[in-house]
T-cell receptor
Framework: DGGITQSPKYLFRKEGQNVTLSCEQN?????MYWYRQDPGQGLRLIYY???????QKGDIAEGYSVSREKKESFPLTVTSAQKNPTAFYLC?????????????FGPGTRLTVL | AQRVTQPEKLLSVFKGAPVELKCNYS??????LFWYVQYSRQRLQLLLR??SRESIKGFTADLNKGETSFHLKKPFAQEEDSAMYYC??????????FGAGTRLTVKP
């Protein structure tokens, strides 16, 4: 399970503060993804990156930002512009752009806004 | 746009009974479809993918392009199959879309 890690496991934030969630992988995967998981809604794609220094918006990118400066790292910043940030966040990685590649998931970070 | 629909949020069957988890999709291109599973206190993981045409843990799924479906089936459910199941579709950019999930409970 150590291939993809997320930290911290739990995160608390006051309203109006930005917060950054960490995602690291040692699988030498080119592609990385961020999802938000809410009860009854499954996983919704926030951002994804197929290669270093490049990333694309997913379906719910508003209020979030990412960077991909290193192949192994894909941090997600939840900004104060995100209206309802309390959720469970999952990071994933896959070998590359091929559509049939399996995604490997991290353990997740639960963010609570107080 | 890609969309995946899992009409059942909850599904409960008895051990030894057949089980079918439904998945319908909408996508204008040629779809690549997957089933992911999350067992209690474990990470989300791949169960099977359409392209491999494999049977994993007794589960199979057939892509029906006419009905735009990718239902997951197992002839004899086991208690250890109890989990959350997600159907997913990969677009031509490698971006994945997931359904809302179905929680399967297999009763003894």
């Amino acid at each position: 399970d150590g291939g993809i890690t997320q930290s911290p496991k739990y995160l608390f934030r006051k309203e109006g503060q930005n917060v950054t969630l960490s995602c690291e992988q040692n699988l030498n995967h080119d592609a990385m993804y961020w999802y938000r998981q809410d009860p009854g809604q499954g996983l919704r794609l926030i951002y994804y990156s197929q290669i270093v220094n490049d990333f694309q918006k997913g379906d719910i990118a508003e209020g979030y930002s990412v960077s991909r400066e290193k192949k192994e790292s894909f941090p997600l910043t939840v900004t104060s512009a995100q209206k309802n940030p309390t959720a469970f966040y999952l990071c994933a990685s896959s070998m590359g752009q091929n559509t049939y590649n399996e995604q490997f998931f991290g353990p997740g970070t639960r963010l609570t806004v107080l | 746009a890609q969309r995946v629909t899992q009409p059942e949020k909850l599904l409960s069957v008895f051990k030894g009974a057949p089980v079918e988890l439904k998945c319908n999709y909408s996508y204008s291109g040629s779809p690549e479809l997957f089933w992911y599973v999350q067992y209690s206190r474990q990470r989300l993981q791949l169960l099977l993918r359409h392209i491999s045409r494999e049977s994993i843990k007794g589960f199979t799924a057939d892509l029906n392009k006419g009905e735009t479906s990718f239902h997951l089936k197992k002839p004899f459910a086991q208690e250890e199959d109890s989990a959350m199941y997600y159907c997913a579709l990969s677009g031509n950019k490698g971006d994945m879309r997931f359904g809302a999930g179905t929680r399967l409970t297999v009763k003894p």
